[in-house]
C-alpha cells in the first residue's frame, strides 16, 4: 500500500525532469509577513501575463503540499518548492497556451495507456515504481485511487501528478517535433569527416598585440561609438542595484573572554560533581547528550584518556569553544556488525509480523528482502553491509547490545519496520554515551547592545546621501564594501544571509541608507548607489573593452601591412621572431601549443586542405598569426557514422534550445526579489 508520505517523497524528484527550464533562485518568506495587507502585488510577468502575488503564493503551496510539505521543509526544500512554483507558472502561462495554440493534446485514451505503463511516463514511474525492484507498480495506483477517495490530500496529489504527466507528455510531442525538422545535409557530413579525421601539425608565427603600444594608434569617440551600436548584444545586461556598505563585526572582547572562562569553569565543577547528569544537561542550554554510543578510537586522544578513566574532560577551549564532557552510560559491545534487513511501511504491521515468524522459521531472508523489502538494498538481498556499532541508528542500540551472529531482530525506525539479521560480528569493548556542555565562545549582551549602538550612531550621521555615507565610514575608520544586485538575486554576493539587504534595496532610491540590519550575527548599514534599469550597458562603463577592442582591430592592421616574405621563416624574420613548432590539432582542439587559447586559429588550421602554404593573416585575440601546415593525418571516421553523430547532436540540441527560446520568447520579468 503506498503512503502519502512516501509518494510525497518520491514524486519530490519529478520537479527537476519535469520542466527542463533554467531555475531562478530565492527563497520564499511567509504570506502576512511581508507587509502586503490588501495589495495584491505584481511579483513577475510571463507572456504578457502579470504575475501577482496571490497567484504565486498559491502556487508555491500547491507545490509545496505535494513534495512532503513541513515534513520536508528546510531551506534547501523551500527553495526547491520556490523554483518548482516559478517554473510551473512559466509552464501554466507559456508552455500551455502555446501547446493548445499548436494542437498539442494528450487524449484521456494516452493518459490511460500511460497509465497502464503502456507507453512509459517518468511522471508515473517516479511515483508509482515500486523502489524494490524497479518495475512500473500499477497495483499501486489502484490502491492510491482508493484512499484517494477518503483523504482531499492525496486527491490533490492525484490532480497534481496527472498535470505534470501530461505537461511531460506535451513537452515530449512538442520536443517531437522539433527534432522532425533537423536533417544534416551532405556538406555538413563531409565537413565534419574532415573536421573529425584530420589532424595537424606545422608550424606558426606570432605577433603579439601588446609587442605595438598603444600611443601610436589614435582611436576617436565617432569610432568607439560605431562600434558600440554595431555590437552592443555584447554588452546586454540583467538590470540591477548598486550598495555599498559597511559591517559591525560582533566579537567578543577580552572582557566577555574572560567572564565566559569564569562561567564555564564553575559549570564545569558543578558538572563533575553532579550525581544527576541528565537533569543538570536538561537545565543547560549549552548541554547535550549524544545519541551513539562510541569507542575510545572514535574519541579525541585527549577525551579518550579521561573519559575511558571515567573522569571528567575539560574544561578545554577549542575553535571558539569551551567543551565539558563526562560519560553518561557505557557498553561493552561489539565493534562492528554485518546486517542485512527488510524494510516494510509502518502501517503494514501484519506483512511485517508474517515476514519476520518466516525468517525466524528457516525462510530464506535474502530473498523475502528481493520480494518485500521497499529499500534499495532489497535488490542485494537486504544486505547492508558491515558498520561500526557507533553508526547504528538509535533504535538498533538496545536490540544489537547482546546480539549474536545469526540473530534476528524486528525493530520499528519511524515510518518503517525493519526486520534485521545479525550476519557477523567483530571485536568487543567498552562504548560510551557522553554528556557534554558546549559553551561558544560569543560576544556578550552588553557587547552586542554597544556595538548595535555603534551602527546606529552610523546610520544617523551617514543618512541623508551616498556622500553623508561615506564621510562617516570615514569617520569611523571603515571601509565601504561595494555590491552589484542583478535582477532576480535575493541575496547580497559575499554576505551570507542577507535577504533583507536585498530586498530594502530594491524598494529604495539612490542615496537612501538603510535601517540596521542584523545579518549572520553581525550589523550591516547599506547605501543605495545606482539603479541600472537599462537593457545594455552605457558606453562609458565599457568604454575601455571598446577602445581595447578597435586598438587591437588597428594594431592587426599595421601588423598586416608590416608582415613581409613568401616562407613562413621570411615572415618570422620580418618580426624578428621565430616560427614555432604545433601539432596535434583537431577542429575541436581548445588551443594551440606554443600559442594558447586562440580559436581563429584553430578554425584557420582546421580549415586547411593543402600542405607547405603560407596562411593568410589570421586575426585572434591576443595577436595576428601566419602558419604552415606540414602534416594532415587522417583518421578513420565513415561518412555514415559521422551524419549519425551529427544528426544526434543536433536533434539534442534543437530540444534544449527550443524550450529555451520558447522561454525567451514569453519575455519572463521576475520581480519577486522586491517582496521575498
Known sequence: MLSLNTLRTKFGIVLSVV????????????????????????????????????????????TKNNNGGA???????????????WQSLI??????????????????????SMLSGEHASGVFYNAFANPATGEYNVNGIAEFLTQSEANPQMHQLWNYINSQATLERQIAKFSGIVKGGVYVNALEVADGVRNANN??????????????????????????KKYYNEHKEMFAQQPSRSISYVVFDVEATQEDMSALEAEVKNAAAEFAQTEDIKSLVRQNRHGSIDDRYVSKDELSKAESAALMAGKTFGPELSN??????????????????????????????KLADSLYLAVKGGADFAEAARNHSMVETAAAGGVIGTMPFSALPVEFVAPMEKA??????KIATGNAIQIVKVDGLKGRSKHVKVARLEYPVVASAATTRNIHNSASSFAVEANGSIEKFNAAAAEASMTPRVAEIANGERSVRGLERSQEVARWAYNAEVGDVSEIFKVDGDYVVAVLTEIDDEEYKPLSEVEFQVKSALLNDKKFAHIVEQMSGATIDEVAASFGEEATDFEGVTYGSFYVNGVGVEPRLVGAIAATAEKDVLSAPVKGNMGAYVFVVTSIEAGEQSAEAEKVRLQAMMEGMSQQASLFAV??????????????
Not at 505584481?42 to 497567484?55: R, W
Request: hydrophobic residues 40%.
Open 320 to 349: 571558539d569553544v569551551w567543551s565539558v564532557a563526562r560519560v553518561m552510560d557505557s557498553k561493552v559491545v561489539a565493534d562492528s556488525l554485518t546486517l542485512s534487513h527488510i524494510v516494510v511501511p509502518y502501517n503494514e504491521e
Open 91 to 112: 509552464a501554466k502561462h507559456a508552455l500551455i497556451p502555446g501547446f493548445k495554440q499548436m494542437g498539442i493534446v494528450v487524449s484521456d485514451a494516452e493518459r490511460l
Open 663 to 676: 522561454q525567451q520568447m514569453a519575455k519572463v520579468k521576475d520581480l519577486r526579489s522586491k517582496y521575498f
Open 19 to 62: 520542466i527542463a527550464l533554467a531555475l531562478l533562485a530565492f527563497i520564499f518568506s511567509l504570506r502576512y509577513e511581508m507587509g502586503f495587507g490588501g495589495n495584491d502585488p505584481k511579483v513577475g510577468e510571463i507572456n504578457g501575463d502579470k504575475i501577482l502575488y496571490s497567484e504565486y503564493y498559491n502556487e508555491y503551496e500547491v
Open 199 to 224: 589532424t595537424f601539425a606545422g608550424k606558426v608565427v606570432a605577433r603579439r598585440y601588446n609587442s605595438l603600444p598603444d600611443s601610436i594608434f589614435t582611436v576617436s569617440k565617432g569610432e568607439m
Open 71 to 85: 515534513e520536508a521543509y528546510d531551506e534547501a526544500a523551500d527553495e526547491r518548492f520556490s523554483q518548482g512554483a
Open 404 to 409: 549474536r551472529k545469526g540473530d534476528i531482530v
